[in-house]
């Protein structure tokens, strides 16, 4: 139940990006050239999922646990540190030059476009590589 929920999510989630054109890096981009061909087409898109999440959160919220699972697994850290707001900075950067963000990327994968596949590819190795200098520093901090 868990894993059919998840997939009908995601593919909603997908359709949506696809549909809002946040899968197409060329509007992405245009979004974001604010001293050139500006779009601002994207505010709206995300605007909505703005309203949809403020709303949405409030009626899920109101239950005790998800439907299926047996607790909410909401974030509890309220402060900022230098690694939220650099991966911040970073993903942000990212998003302007290359015109994909994970969840336009994702659903893009589909169409077989090399940029798509070569971003993809690029995030996923920056996860590993993130992760493993986690680890590593992790370690040396344990050790120290």
Known sequence: MRLIGSYIIGLIFGIGISISGMANPA??????????????SLAFVMGGALIVTFFGYRYVLKNTAPMVDTKFHLPT????????????????????I???????????????RTEVLVFVGAMLAGIFAAKALQNMMAAKAATA
């Open 27 to 40: 509007k992405v981009t245009n979004f974001f050239d604010f001293a050139g061909i500006w779009d601002p």
């Open 77 to 96: 850290r309220r402060d900022l540190d230098a690694k939220l707001l650099g991966g911040s900075a970073l993903f942000g950067v990212g998003w302007g």
């Open 98 to 112: 290359a015109g994909f963000c994970p969840g336009g990327a994702l659903p893009a994968i589909g169409t077989g």
